[in-house]
């Protein structure tokens, strides 16, 4: 998997989280210098159509870009299992509409609120 360092197109990443209580999948994207952050519970090989609950969790600093290893905290290892570019085709508060270009995740997907901390995410089928 190679590095995208497109200047001006926003990147994001999927980390594989392996935790003491298990694994779960951190999809996080750019936005200005920090990356939003939603813990996802299946691996990107598996996201289709489905929506897929998900959590915003807090917002990562833009060096998880490429940082694989350790979580601070004794809070597992992160490694990165897919990564790419973005084109954000509609925000509205709560509603995320983006173009992915990654090596497992391509085509339109959305990220909805949908209640207190949940979220939604979703590939776009047309």
Do not use: C
């Amino acid at each position: 998997m190679s590095p995208r360092r497109l200047v001006g197109i926003p990147r994001f990443v999927i980390h594989q989280h392996q935790t003491p209580d298990g694994v779960h999948w951190d999809f996080m994207m750019q936005e200005g210098h920090r990356l939003l952050t939603w813990r996802l519970p299946v691996r990107p090989e598996h996201i289709d159509n489905q929506a897929i609950e998900t959590e915003m969790i807090f917002d990562h600093p833009l060096r998880f870009l490429t940082y694989e290893g350790p979580v601070q905290n004794q809070t597992g290892n992160v490694q990165i299992v897919d990564r790419g570019t973005y084109t954000l085709l509609k925000r509205d508060g709560s509603h995320f509409l983006m173009e992915l270009a990654g090596d497992i995740l391509r085509g339109r997907f959305h990220i909805i609120h949908h209640s207190l901390n949940d979220w939604i995410f979703q590939r776009v089928v047309e």
